[in-house]
């Protein structure tokens, strides 16, 4: 089955201690990024990555880190996690960097930083 | 900084009307427009997606751009209570699609 997984689905931690999001595509996607999804303030993109080795920030890029060192993985790395990262993360991937090609959506991990 | 609007709703409607959704954009040079549907704490989901003007219709939803108005829209013909969810409207960033604008979201409830 084609599709985007994330882990862990649910976090809960505290500040300043490290933690990363893991997400995997199954697709042979070139494309994969992260969005943040926060009441009143919608969906924003955090980084992205046009392939392997090759990533750029978005919109809110502060607090976080990625890499890109296989195809098929894009984790999220949170160096020093502060309360206002607390929000819903959303994996994506589509097939290429396109203006017309559809981005798959990860089910979501949910992050609380005490 | 490119912006995409919706109203926030909730927009009710009853069982079997046509659910009616708007959008509209900042960017004139915007070329991709998508239309996801987010159930409560799930991801977006792909309904459609449009690039030129005029109207795409896919089984009970069709969608309807007007690039010279600079608005996009969702028709859901028979809705049902299950189309019950948030519907995100999106742009492209850019014309090399390096991420998605989303607007708010607008909340849609359907009454049996």
């Known amino acids: 089955e084609a599709q985007v997984t994330q882990n862990p689905r649910y976090l809960i931690t505290v500040t300043g201690k490290k933690l990363t999001v893991t997400c995997s595509q199954n697709?042979?996607?070139?494309?994969m990024s992260w969005y943040r999804q926060d009441p009143g303030l919608g969906l924003r993109q955090i980084y992205y990555?046009?392939?392997?080795?090759?990533?750029d920030k978005g919109d809110v890029p502060e607090g976080y880190k990625v890499s890109r060192k296989e195809k098929r993985n894009f984790p999220l790395i949170l160096e020093s996690p502060s309360p206002n990262q607390t929000s819903l993360y959303f994996c994506?991937?589509?097939?290429?960097?396109?203006?017309?090609?559809?981005?798959?959506f990860g089910p979501g991990t949910r992050l609380t930083v005490l | 900084q490119k912006e995409v609007e919706q109203n926030s709703g909730p927009l009710s409607v009853p069982e079997g009307a046509i659910a009616s959704l708007n959008c509209t954009y900042s960017?004139?040079?915007?070329?991709?427009f998508f239309w996801y549907r987010q159930y409560s704490g799930k991801s977006p989901e792909l309904i459609m997606s449009?690039?030129?003007?005029g109207d795409k219709e896919d089984g009970r939803f069709t969608a309807q751009l007007n690039k010279a108005s600079q608005y996009v829209s969702l028709l859901i013909r028979d809705s049902q209570p299950s189309d019950s969810a948030t519907y995100l409207c999106?742009?492209?960033?850019?014309?090399?699609?390096?991420?998605?604008?989303f607007g708010k979201g607008t909340t849609l409830s359907v009454s049996s």
């Open positions: 990555s046009m392939n392997v080795e090759v990533t």
């Open positions: 999106a742009v492209n960033k850019d014309q090399a699609g390096t991420a998605l604008i």
């Open positions: 697709m042979n996607h070139e494309y």
């Open positions: 994506a991937s589509s097939y290429r960097l396109g203006a017309t090609d559809t981005q798959y």
């Open positions: 960017d004139r040079g915007s070329q991709s």
């Open positions: 449009i690039y030129s003007n």
